[in-house]
């Protein structure tokens, strides 16, 4: 018969608690200033233009968003798929979703220029456009998960985990193949192409199941809550199967550009001529984010600290990748007629330089702090993870 587990809150004293929301609010403050900045002296403050309009902020939001769908994979795992050895981080890994998708729409928000009429593209959708229709994939994604994080801290609800567990697993998919698709059906040279489907649901389970593991080791640590060895074997084949997921996705992508005549130039471009992009792809996004912590992940036995460490190279690697995918694919230069040649005085056929500011950075990084600050506020205030994790779990009800 499986041990009963017991749930509680973020423990430890109150002054180490209020020092980490202090450290928290440095990079918050900074973001907020960036935001304020920017407002007031308008995107000229940033290495955007009318070229490169989804600049590293992008690459911020873009990224937790996809985290954000990988990080529920372990929960749907325990109440869908009816794994009980995820079943005691099934709420922390509810709660570190919401999170990152808090974060990543928050900055994606205050990047838009004009973030006091965000009422306005809430309220009046194109229905065309799948920019718009991701307005309410985002809302049916925050509302399903969230009912779904109640019915598991309420005890009176869970016998309805399951269905709300489904539907959360299905606006999932949703989310995560339409972020895909935003890009797959973009008619520049470095997009056009469904495989950003399929390679970004690959890419959301890595980044998503990094972020989780990093904070699962960060709050055990912080107060010695013991987490079995069990448990972090799992953790650790399922991020390994989705790093070399995600390395067999993007080196389909990047042969098929290859193989195709009309897209060759663009493979060259990424593979060999992009510099900065060159080097993110090869250096950041297969070496630290996938080659490095794959050849981590198959060591046996794995110690945790090597664990964080393949975590937070698989979150670099995915940042070098967004910026790869978003700043690279906008700094190609747009082919509007194929098979002919351009000549305008509007960059036809230039490699578009960009060079993010600082601004640009730290409005990414206040967003990475706010997902941060919510996940420990949460925490502290909710009973969300169990006072032992080397306890065996029930099914569900």
């Not at 004293?13 to 929301?21: E, I, K, N």
């Not at 797959?184 to 998503?208: H, Q």
């Not at 690279?328 to 330089?353: M, N, R, T, W």
Request: hydrophobic residues 55%; proline residues 4%; glycine residues 8%.
């Amino acid at each position: 018969m499986a041990e009963s587990l017991i749930y509680c809150e973020l423990g430890g004293s109150g002054r180490r608690y209020w020092a980490l929301l202090a450290l928290l609010g440095v990079p918050l403050a900074l973001g907020a200033f960036a935001y304020f900045y920017i407002e007031h002296y308008g995107h000229i403050a940033t290495g955007m233009d009318n070229q490169i309009v989804w600049g590293m902020p992008h690459v911020f939001a873009v990224f937790l968003v996809i985290a954000a769908t990988g990080a529920l994979n372990i929960a749907m795992a325990a109440s869908v798929f009816r794994k009980a050895v995820y079943r005691p981080v099934a709420p922390l890994s509810a709660l570190v979703s919401l999170a990152l998708l808090v974060g990543g729409l928050a900055v994606l928000m205050l990047d838009l220029g004009r973030s006091d009429r965000m009422i306005v593209a809430i309220t009046k959708l194109n229905p065309a456009s799948l920019f718009a229709r991701r307005v309410i994939f985002y809302d049916g994604f925050m509302l399903s998960v969230g009912v779904y994080l109640w019915f598991l801290l309420e005890r009176r609800m869970n016998r309805y985990i399951k269905p709300a567990a489904i539907v959360a697993f299905f606006w999932q998919l949703l989310l995560v193949t339409s972020t895909g698709l935003e890009f797959g059906f973009n008619f520049r040279a470095v997009y056009d192409s469904v495989l950003y489907a399929p390679m970004f649901i690959a890419f959301s389970s890595a980044y998503g199941a990094a972020a989780l593991i990093l904070v699962l080791l960060a709050v055990c640590r912080w107060e010695e809550r013991p987490v079995s060895d069990e448990l972090l074997r799992r953790l650790k084949n399922w991020l390994g199967i989705s790093v070399g997921a995600s390395l067999f996705f993007a080196v389909l992508f990047l042969g098929t550009k290859y193989e195709l005549a009309r897209s060759r130039d663009v493979a060259r471009f990424l593979l060999f001529d992009g510099g900065v992009y060159t080097a993110l792809l090869w250096l950041g996004q297969i070496a630290l984010g996938g080659i490095a912590p794959l050849a981590l992940l198959l060591r046996s036995p794995l110690r945790r600290s090597a664990l964080g460490w393949a975590c937070a190279m698989v979150i670099l690697g995915g940042l070098a990748q967004m910026y790869v995918t978003l700043i690279g694919g906008q700094a190609y230069p747009q082919i509007l007629f194929p098979g002919l040649v351009e000549s305008s005085s509007f960059f036809d056929g230039e490699i578009h330089p960009y060079t993010p500011s600082l601004v640009e950075v730290l409005l990414g990084m206040g967003a990475v702090a706010l997902a941060a600050a919510i996940i420990a506020v949460a925490l502290r205030a909710l009973a969300m993870l169990p006072t032992r994790l080397d306890q065996s779990a029930g099914p569900q009800a």
